[in-house]
């Protein structure tokens, strides 16, 4: 499979070259993406570029497949098998893509243009610049919201970017290495090897697969600490997991609960120290708990720029959730700014599969603006010639016109619909749980058959053969060899 693969790929990428492609066109419109996250590789991954001229900026030159980033962190994946760069999606574009690398500062809604900064540790002459859009794609997703949490910005780790899963597993091995060290007394041990997660949201309870790496391997290593690691994964409201089903949630639990997760719920972080964190339990008394490493899973809020954004709208755009916008994902308010993804704030959850579905809906809308943008050029060219044209050809001129105005009536472009594939999470203990919709409402299930259906879910949402190959190849090198 994997040679066939190898040859495939091969194949494909040899196909196209980026000195094929069309260059920028002055007289197309400009899209500029910003951000290079699921809603944005969605759309790129389908938007035909013949007609436009598009640009992203991210600060990030590659997408990150979020849902695998907690294998990356307890080591059973690379880094490099989640990632795609955003140069290898585009150089199979008609028209060349421009990707910059850069932290976008400003949207100006009023002129429409994006003002954005090289933000890499080397920088050039120039590393501050302004472009104009006609389109602006707004998919610049949210950051970890702490809640001024004391010492979570400064101590937790985070597990949002790929810099976040390499510290955690940085930190994590630093921990064991340290409780291995000759003459450790038994209580900093015990500090030394208790992990804290705290949030018991997706992110919170498939970071518990740090279980899975105690198993698996720790075992073998360092037999004499492996019995002495802990797990506590604290939670503010009554249950892990809240938008799954109960039956669900208590198989989780129960799951946690024979993989010795301490499940701690109604129960608040109030404060990360350095060999600490400080919880509020259920009875609202206070406890110090020592601990090795905090991992906070505590939930997104929105970035500054979208909050300045909204600023330029404050009648409109007033929801702390994120940007508003319309049943065609236009920004509300702005003319030419459609957002996607985890800066707005919809009916929907803020998951990954809402945003590549808001992505493909884009790509699908762009396609039908520039069919409409091409009908309406031809009908002006058409509209010039008749008044000099005569006889026949006058009336073969009328009949395409005629044509041209009825097909642009019938370019409609329809409103967003979200459709619901079900929610997936991975437990540990090579055991994942599904909700999935059907007709006749949710099915539920749980456990090893649930985990090889995650698996192949996974492996199929995965947005490249490349990336299929490498955590394929990644999951049978760990099997086998061990992390
Ligand atoms: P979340 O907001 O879903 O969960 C964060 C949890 O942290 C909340 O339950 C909150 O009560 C808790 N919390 C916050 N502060 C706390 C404190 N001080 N002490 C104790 N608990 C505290 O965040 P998430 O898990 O990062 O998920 C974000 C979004 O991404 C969600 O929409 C989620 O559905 C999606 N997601 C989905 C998957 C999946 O489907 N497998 C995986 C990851 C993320």
């Known amino acids: 499979v994997l040679g066939s693969a190898g040859v495939f790929y091969y194949i494909t990428q040899k196909e196209r070259h980026p000195g094929q492609q069309l260059p920028h066109d002055p007289e197309k419109k400009t899209i500029v993406i910003l951000g290079s996250g699921w809603g944005a590789t969605s759309l790129l991954k389908t938007l035909d570029t013949t007609d436009y001229n598009v640009v992203v900026i991210s600060p990030k030159n590659y997408f990150l497949f979020t849902p695998l980033l907690p294998s990356v962190a307890v080591g059973t994946l690379s880094p490099k098998s989640i990632l795609q760069p955003t140069r290898y999606l585009t150089r199979h574009k008609k028209r060349a893509v421009t990707v910059i690398e850069a932290e976008a500062k400003e949207v100006d809604p009023i002129n429409k243009t994006v003002t954005f900064e090289d933000d890499s ?49 940085r930190r994590f091995k630093d921990c064991i290495e340290t409780a291995a060290f000759p003459g450790q007394n038994p209580s900093e041990i015990d500090r030394l090897l208790h992990i804290v997660v705290v949030g018991g949201g997706p992110t919170g309870v498939e970071v518990s ?30 249950s892990v997991l809240p938008m799954f089903s109960k039956q669900l949630i208590d198989y989780t639990e129960s799951t946690f609960k024979e993989s010795k997760i301490d499940v701690l719920t109604k129960t608040m972080v109030k404060e990360v120290k350095d060999g600490s ?44 959730r994120g940007l508003t916008v319309d049943d065609h994902l236009r920004m509300a308010g702005a003319d030419g700014i459609f957002a996607i993804g985890d800066c707005t704030s919809t009916s929907y959850a803020p998951t990954a599969q809402v945003a590549s579905q ?8 762009f396609a039908q603006l520039a069919k409409k943008g091409n009908l309406e050029k031809r009908l ?25 105005k ?43 058959a649930t985990y090889l259906f995650w698996r192949s879910a996974y492996l199929s949402t995965l947005f490249s053969l490349r990336n299929r190959v490498l955590v394929a190849n990644d999951w049978i090198i760990t099997k086998i060899f061990g992390r």
């Open 121 to 169: 540790e080397i920088k050039g002459a120039v590393s501050h610049t302004t472009i104009p859009y006609d389109y602006c794609v707004y998919a610049v997703g949210a950051e970890v919201q702490t809640f001024g949490i004391p010492g979570v910005q400064e101590k937790a780790c985070f597990m949002k970017e790929l810099t976040d899963a390499e510290s955690m597993q």
């Open 209 to 238: 697969e740090i279980h899975d790496f105690l198993e698996d391997d720790l075992k073998s290593w360092y037999p004499e600490l492996a019995g002495r690691v802990r797990i506590s994964l604290v939670e503010a409201l009554p």
């Open 277 to 320: 964190v400080i919880l509020q339990m259920p009875d609202k008394s206070i406890t110090e708990v020592p601990c090795g490493m905090v991992v906070w899973a505590g939930g997104n809020k929105g970035r500054k720029i979208t909050q300045d954004l909204m600023a330029n709208f404050p009648e409109v755009q007033n929801n702390k």
């Open 358 to 365: 808001q992505g493909a809906y884009l790509a699908r809308v």
């Open 380 to 404: 002006i060219s058409l509209s010039q010639t008749i008044s000099t044209a005569s006889g026949e050809e006058k009336a073969q001129i009328a009949n395409d016109i005629e044509s041209a």
């Open 406 to 448: 009825s097909q642009i009536s019938k370019v409609k472009i329809r409103p967003f619909h979200y459709s619901h594939q079900g929610s997936l999470a991975y437990i540990g203990s090579d055991k994942a749980i599904a909700d999935l919709p059907f007709a006749n409402g949710n099915i539920a299930s749980g456990g090893v």
